[in-house]
């Protein structure tokens, strides 16, 4: 709970009080690795904190093959947030990629906390600018740059990334094959 409230605390300042309330109003829950927290064709329920772990938010292209959009690693926040605020069909999976651990509020929690504590719709307005700057920031030189280059620039954004998960995500995320990698992999070495 502490890696939370400190989270938090970056975005915005909140009183012992408020404080207490979001300790009351998380639960803990533990994912094993490739286990969801969200899938497509479901409304999104529930936002969650990585405390341990990492997940991969995916969707499967119209060939069937199933592409990783991003990585969420630890002391981020992981939701759907079109599918959980507007009620309405997720169209991409968050999947466990290795066991995690995460800090999570019910749809009725989080709300509450919007309706009881003055000014945390303003801080998790920072959150979410901030997730999505990091998501622009982490996709757009994949547009422009080669197969070689992306991979060196994933080990700059994601450091903690590229040991704990399997190469198929790390190369579907870079939008290239598993051989590919593997010898940009044997190549950089």
Not at 12 to 41: C, H, M, P, V, W
Not at 64 to 93: M, P, R
Not at 112 to 129: A, F, Y
């Amino acid at each position: 709970m502490k890696e939370l409230i400190e989270y938090i605390l970056q975005f915005g300042s909140l009183n012992q009080q408020q404080i207490d309330l979001i300790s009351r109003k998380a639960t803990e829950l533990e994912l094993r690795k490739d286990e969801y927290f969200s899938e497509a064709g479901k409304i999104a329920r529930q936002v969650g904190f990585v405390i341990e772990g990492i997940t991969r938010v995916c969707y499967y292209n119209n060939k069937g093959e199933e592409i990783t959009k991003y990585f969420i690693e630890e002391q981020n926040l992981v939701v759907d947030i079109e599918s959980f605020n507007d009620e309405i069909c997720s169209t991409a999976y968050v999947q466990a990629v290795t066991d995690c651990k995460l800090i999570v509020f019910s749809k009725k929690d989080w709300q509450e906390l919007l309706n009881t504590i003055v000014g945390w719709d303003t801080i998790v307005h920072k959150i979410i600018s901030k997730a999505l700057m990091q998501k622009v920031a982490r996709r757009s030189p994949l547009v422009t740059e080669d197969a070689t280059e992306r991979y060196l620039k994933f080990l700059e954004i994601y450091p903690t990334v590229a040991n704990r998960v399997p190469l198929s995500y790390i190369a579907s995320y870079l939008g290239i094959t598993q051989s590919s990698l593997s010898r940009i992999r044997k190549n950089i070495r």
